[in-house]
């Protein structure tokens, strides 16, 4: 048994791994199934060895080219940074998906954060025929699934709102209002200011003001204000606390079990109450 037990230690639920990576699970199970991401099934479970997720994060962070110092730290990167007056589109003219990905890029290409739009337009559209990137609540993070540093000149997030909506294949079937395209150039940036927006735009109400703002401005000081409390709620502490995991399942099916044993032990019936009336009656015959 305990050679068993060594090796499941080091394999990670969707919860847990979600939890390691700062993203919310939805994000990672799209990962997931999109290969993304280093995996293996359990019991029909997906489940994740701890060594190949270390190691998939290491080798997917930058090139042999690059120095390790030099990729910013993806969770302490300002948005702002990322997110100019220039990245805001307050009123996208595209009316279907394949339009607002070619508008979206555009406005990075013309700003000259985008070197290569072709071929970031195909990754882009390649990534979405695994599987849509709108969430429900009328959200979508798109972006490629390979990282070419050498065909963006610097890691932007092009925010776009179209007014009517259009149809990006969300899972509630509803339109999409809000998309953010994400071209970070390392790895090292994607999952961290992926799972920083997704946490921003959680709340239904901050999606309902985006999309009711007038200016490009406004749309940027929200963006910046609801990231800088994720930010803040993402401190040291419970940055710490989110690698911890939770109870083991193995440990919890134990102790259900121990209280289920002792509920039925505890509603066993009495002895049978036959002998103490025939007592009674020949108690009361004397």
């Known amino acids: 048994m305990a050679k068993k037990s ?19 699970e939805a994000t990672v199970s799209k990962l997931v199934t999109a290969g993304k991401i280093p995996s293996l099934q359990v019991d029909r479970q997906w489940r994740f060895k701890r060594a190949s997720i270390d190691a998939w994060i290491e080798e997917q962070l930058v090139g042999d080219d690059e ?17 100019p007056d220039q990245a805001i589109i307050p009123g996208l003219r595209s009316k ?9 890029a555009a406005r ?11 071929w970031f337009v195909g990754a882009v559209v390649e990534r979405e025929s695994l599987s849509s990137t709108a969430m429900e609540g009328g959200v979508a993070f798109l972006h490629t699934r390979a990282k070419d540093k050498g065909k963006i000149g610097r890691p932007f997030v092009i925010v776009g709102r179209s007014w009517e909506g259009i149809n990006f294949g969300a899972p ?14 390392y790895d090292r940036l ?4 992926l799972g920083r927006l997704a946490r921003a735009l959680r709340n239904p109400a901050t999606i309902a003001k985006l999309r009711s703002l007038s200016s490009p401005d406004q749309v940027r000081a929200l963006l910046l204000k609801e990231d800088a409390n994720v930010r803040l709620n993402l401190g040291p502490q419970q940055e710490h606390s989110a690698f911890k995991p939770k109870l083991d399942r193995t440990l919890r099916l134990r102790a259900i079990r121990r209280l289920q044993t002792q509920r039925v032990a505890d509603s066993l019936p009495e002895p049978p109450p036959k002998p103490r009336k025939r007592a009674a009656k020949k108690a009361a015959k004397k």
């Not at 990729?71 to 702002?80: A, N, R, T």
């Not at 509630?172 to 150039?185: A, I, Q, R, S, V």
């Open 6 to 24: 060594a090796p499941e230690a080091q394999l990670l639920t969707m919860p847990e791994l979600a939890a390691y990576l700062h993203l919310d």
């Open 67 to 83: 120095n390790f110092a030099d990729v910013p730290d993806g969770m302490k990167l300002p948005l702002e940074d990322l997110v």
């Open 96 to 104: 279907n998906p394949m339009a607002v990905v070619e508008e979206l």
């Open 108 to 118: 990075a290409y013309t700003n000259g954060w985008l070197l290569d739009k072709p």
């Open 172 to 185: 509630d079937g509803n339109p999409t209002y809000l998309f953010f395209l994400l071209g970070l150039k």
């Open 190 to 193: 994607h999952l961290p200011i």
